[in-house]
């Protein structure tokens, strides 16, 4: 329930591929993204090394701690990426060669060439 002086926000995090852990809570009015971090609770089982590597953002947007938060905001904290997607996207084009990649892979009988 919204009152003039709070308002709700979520806060997520995903530890590990396809694990996402999220909490909506109440927060008041003029609280920070590195605040309603805190008060969610999902940092307590992470060790300091882990919570270190995090990045904080705001509807995917990276944001500082003291960003203002706005009602409905869903803050966001990110793993460091492990493969540069660039490089992860050369390396899967490689494997599978030209022929079988691209836009214009599957072509109909007798198309004409881009359609």
């Known amino acids: 329930m ?3 002086d709070s308002f709700e926000v979520t806060v997520v995090l995903s530890v590990a591929p396809r694990q996402v852990q ?3 809570l109440q927060v008041p009015v003029g609280c920070t993204a590195g605040a309603a971090v805190q008060l969610s609770g999902l940092l307590l089982p ?3 090394a882990e919570i270190d590597a995090l990045a904080l953002g705001v509807w995917g947007r990276k944001v500082v701690g003291k960003h203002l938060l706005r009602a409905e905001d869903r803050v966001e904290l990110y793993r460091p990426l492990l493969v540069d997607p ?3 996207r050369r390396e ?3 494997k599978q060669g030209a022929k079988s ?3 214009f892979a599957k072509r ?3 198309a ?3 359609y």
Do not use: I, Q, W, Y
């Open 2 to 4: 919204e009152t003039n």
């Open 22 to 24: 999220t909490c909506t």
């Open 46 to 48: 992470l060790s300091k």
């Open 86 to 88: 660039k490089v992860a």
């Open 92 to 94: 899967r084009f490689a």
């Open 101 to 103: 990649a691209g836009l």
């Open 108 to 110: 109909r009988a007798g």
């Open 112 to 114: 004409k060439a881009g």
